[in-house]
């Protein structure tokens, strides 16, 4: 079945850097879109940045400059590097596919504070 393991949140200065990482299993990794989404306390979860099979790739104007998405599709994982952290990217970070049906992780939180 189709699995979407998140890692590598926690808690980081303003101006920090975090790698969250996402493993997929159960379907043919290099075939699809991945992308990261964002949800925050009391708002609704938001895209931050999506991956082609091609490696073309999408970022909300929030985070530009600033995070980069990327993929290994040897490894079946997908990659949000995240430089410059702000208090605002305060979140549960999701990692997304959809193959008809749209397959969500369970979450990553990623705290920015001083």
């Known amino acids: 079945q189709v699995q979407l393991v998140e890692s590598g949140g926690g808690l980081v200065q303003p101006g920090g850097s975090l790698r969250l990482s996402c493993a997929a299993s159960g379907f043919p990794f290099s075939n699809y879109v991945m992308s990261w989404y964002r949800q925050a306390p009391e708002k609704e979860r938001e895209l931050v940045a999506h991956?082609?099979?091609?490696?073309?790739?999408n970022y909300a104007d929030s985070v530009k400059g600033r995070f980069t998405i990327s993929r290994d599709n040897d490894k079946n994982t997908v990659y949000l590097q995240m430089n410059s952290l702000k208090p605002e990217d305060t979140a549960v970070y999701y990692c997304?596919?959809?193959?008809?049906?749209?397959?969500w992780g369970q979450g990553t939180q990623v705290t920015v504070s001083s």
């Open positions: 991956i082609t099979s091609a490696g073309r790739t």
């Open positions: 997304r596919t959809s193959l008809g049906k749209i397959y």
